[in-house]
């Protein structure tokens, strides 16, 4: 789907993002019925955080004012927000087209590695074998796109691969901190 659209508009790329979670749902109607869907949208509404981890989701905000002034050292200019502003927020379909890609990504594929697969592995694998078995099938899943969206190279691969792998991690140590804290 993502390469169909991609022929219309690259705008559209973020519906395969969509292809995880409806993948999730459909595995788990079929080994657990009602029961599982029910679960797992419990698990996608219900879910709570402490204050500190709110913290962690808003901390790229606190990165950006950090990188301002080192990249005002290094350039020798600030960043133009007003430009960004202009071409992305005061544009219904603009602003349409930059925040839907963040909230599908962030959720959607979401549902379906973390919400689904990556429970899934643990009940085979510990959770550090878990992770990185999901790691390369989240790798599969956006390989097709380095042959249509970007310029193919091995060393971007590499990169890539290994950027999903430390947010991976990232992400399994975050939830070995919750569980903890929760204990």
Not at 19 to 34: D, R, V
């Amino acid at each position: 789907m993502p390469i169909i659209t991609h022929t219309i508009s690259e705008n559209w790329h973020f519906l395969g993002a969509f292809g995880p979670s409806i993948s999730a749902f459909i595995m788990i109607y079929i080994t657990e019925k009602n029961r599982g869907i029910s679960r797992l949208k419990n698990k996608i509404i219900k879910y709570q955080v402490g204050f500190g981890w709110i913290l962690v989701a808003i901390s790229p905000i606190f990165l950006l004012l950090v990188s301002l002034p080192i990249g005002y050292f290094i350039s020798g200019s600030w960043l133009d927000f007003r430009q960004f502003i202009t071409d992305n927020l005061f544009s219904p379909i603009s602003t349409f087209l930059w925040i839907l890609p963040l909230i599908s990504y962030g959720i959607f594929e979401e549902i379906g590695w973390r919400g689904f697969a990556l429970p899934y592995l643990q009940k085979k694998f510990n959770a550090l074998t878990a992770t990185f078995i999901l790691s390369i099938f989240w790798f599969l899943w956006h390989f097709p796109m380095f042959f249509y969206r970007f310029d193919f190279s091995i060393d971007m691969l590499i990169d890539f691969y290994l950027g999903l792998l430390s947010v991976q991690f990232i992400l399994l140590l975050s939830s070995i901190v919750q569980k903890e804290a929760c204990l």
